[in-house]
């Protein structure tokens, strides 16, 4: 096992299309996390997933956000009728407790 | 509110000179905290945390880190630098020990290093 994978590296859509990422953490991990980082800023946090179960949710993951983790393994991320705002690198990171392991993370640009 | 705070957007150094990275943080009691190292189009790597005991800690890359209660700081520091570590540096806190949304990043401090 080499890592958090994340798929694809980089995503240009045009405004209005439906995007989804895939995230496949570390195996042993039980915890999967996303987390959307804008240029200049640090990862801000979306949504945690507890094996199958998505026990938290932020603010900024508005209703066209959605994630899923089936059967606790690799998650998806989609967002549905993207904005321009929705640019930004979307990163992935899993952990059995303490200290996360981040993917290389997804660019998106919505054009 | 809960904050982390880098000062430094960016900093230039020397190869071979000393480096400190700044980071403070408000929180009501000493949380976790972290320092995350991030490559050009690439994830984050942890370099090293402090949960509690010593308050100088020892990381990867040669860096180390100072958990100073009295000043809510957890500077990042390496001796000596090296070109490949430029990069950008996230001090990150979590308060609870949980890793859920209150795990919150800094903005970041850019680093850049001159031959």
């Known amino acids: 096992d080499t890592g958090v994978s994340q798929d694809p590296r980089h995503k240009i859509t045009k405004r209005g299309q439906n995007v989804t990422f895939r995230c496949d953490p570390i195996?042993?991990?039980?915890?999967l996390y996303w987390y959307r980082q804008t240029l200049g800023q640090g990862p801000e946090f979306l949504t945690y997933f507890q094996n199958e179960a998505q026990l938290e949710k932020s603010r900024l993951l508005s209703d066209r956000f959605s994630a899923e983790r089936p059967k606790g393994s690799f998650s998806t991320l989609e967002i549905q009728r993207t904005e321009q705002g929705d640019s930004a690198m979307y990163l992935c990171a899993s952990t059995p407790t303490r200290g996360y392991t981040f993917g290389s993370g997804t660019r998106l640009t919505v054009v | 509110a809960q904050s982390v705070t880098q000062p430094d957007i960016h900093i230039t150094v020397s190869e071979g000179a000393s480096l400190e990275l700044r980071c403070n943080y408000s929180y009501g009691a000493t949380p976790y905290l972290f320092w995350y190292v991030q490559s050009p189009g690439q994830g984050l790597q942890l370099l090293l945390k402090?949960?509690?005991?010593?308050?100088l800690v020892q990381g990867i890359k040669g860096f180390e880190a100072e958990f100073k209660r009295s000043q809510s700081s957890f500077n990042l520091r390496k001796p000596s630098v090296h070109w490949s570590d430029a990069a950008e540096y996230f001090c990150a806190v979590d308060p609870d020990d949980n890793y859920g949304q209150n795990f919150v990043f800094g903005p970041g401090t850019r680093l850049s290093v001159l031959p």
């Open positions: 195996s042993e991990h039980n915890r």
């Open positions: 402090y949960f509690s005991g010593d308050t």
